[in-house]
T-cell receptor, first 113, second 116 residues
Framework: AQSVSQHNHHVILSEAASLELGCNYS??????LFWYVQYPGQHLQLLLK????DPLVKGIKGFEAEFIKSKFSFNLRKPSVQWSDTAEYFC???????????WGAGTKLIIKP | EAQVTQNPRYLITVTGKKLTVTCSQN?????MSWYRQDPGLGLRQIYY???????DKGDVPEGYKVSRKEKRNFPLILESPSPNQTSLYFC?????FGTGDNYGYTFGSGTRLTVV
C-alpha cells in the first residue's frame, strides 16, 4: 500500500534559520506530490505541487521543494524562516491514475521570534 | 470566489443526538471527501465521493454516514455521536481528472465538534 512518511513531528527553529522538512513516499510508479500548510486555527492550503518537469518546484511565501525520484523524496525547504511560518505542514502523494491523496502525519513547525 | 463552505464552524453536542455537518463547493468538482484531524494522527479520511450518488468508505468510516444527492453538497451525518468523535473535521473537493494547474484539493474552513 502507498504510504507517506514525514520524518519530524515537531521542528523548532529561530527566525532566519533555514528549513528543510522531509517527506518520503512508497510507490514505484508515477506520482504527483503536494505540500499543504495549516496555519493555527485555519484550514489546509496548498503550498506547492509537483506534476512533471523541473523537479525543483517553487511555491508561495518563498517555499520550494525538490522531487528526487531515486530517493522517493519530496523535501520542503525555505532558506530563511519567519515567525509567520509557524504552522503544520503536510506532505501528500497520489499516483497518476488515482485521485485519492495519501497524507503524511504532518510536521508542526514553531518559529521562535 | 471558488470555495468549499462548511457549517457550522463550532459545534458542541451531547452523546446520541444526531447531527449533520454541511459541506458545499461551487467549483463543479466531482470529488469530495471528509477528513477528521486529531493531534498526532494527522488527517484521516472518513468517506469520499467520486460523483453524485457514488460514495465510498475511507479509513475511519465507523459512526458516520454521508450522502451525495447533488454534485455541490456532501453532508456528513453522525447518527449517534459519541465522545470519541470529538475532533476537527474538514471537507475537501477536487477535480478527478485535473492535471497541473487545475488539480489539487480545496479545503473547507473546518468544523470543530465536541461531543460531551
Amino acid at each position: 500500500a502507498q504510504s507517506v512518511s514525514q520524518h519530524n513531528h515537531h521542528v523548532i527553529l529561530s527566525e532566519a534559520a533555514s528549513l528543510e522538512l522531509g517527506c518520503n513516499y512508497s510507490y514505484g510508479g508515477t506520482v504527483n506530490l503536494f505540500w499543504y500548510v495549516q496555519y493555527p486555527g485555519q484550514h489546509l492550503q496548498l503550498l506547492l505541487k509537483y506534476f512533471s518537469g523541473d523537479p525543483l518546484v517553487k511555491g508561495i511565501k518563498g517555499f520550494e521543494a525538490e522531487f528526487i525520484k531515486s530517493k522517493f523524496s519530496f523535501n520542503l525547504r525555505k532558506p530563511s524562516v519567519q515567525w509567520s511560518d509557524t504552522a503544520e505542514y503536510f506532505c501528500a502523494v497520489n499516483a497518476n491514475s488515482n485521485y485519492q491523496l495519501i497524507w503524511g502525519a504532518g510536521t508542526k513547525l514553531i518559529i521562535k521570534p | 470566489e471558488a470555495q468549499v463552505t462548511q457549517n457550522p464552524r463550532y459545534l458542541i453536542t451531547v452523546t446520541g443526538k444526531k447531527l449533520t455537518v454541511t459541506c458545499s463547493q461551487n467549483m463543479n468538482h466531482e470529488y469530495m471527501s471528509w477528513y477528521r484531524q486529531d493531534p498526532g494522527l494527522g488527517l484521516r479520511q472518513i468517506y469520499y465521493s467520486m460523483n453524485v450518488e457514488v460514495t465510498d468508505k475511507g479509513d475511519v468510516p465507523e459512526g458516520y454516514k454521508v450522502s451525495r444527492k447533488e454534485k455541490r453538497n456532501f453532508p456528513l451525518i453522525l447518527e449517534s455521536p459519541s465522545p470519541n468523535q470529538t475532533s476537527l473535521y474538514f471537507c475537501a473537493s477536487s477535480l478527478i481528472f485535473g492535471t497541473g494547474d487545475n488539480y489539487g484539493y480545496t479545503f473547507g474552513s473546518g468544523t470543530r465538534l465536541t461531543v460531551v
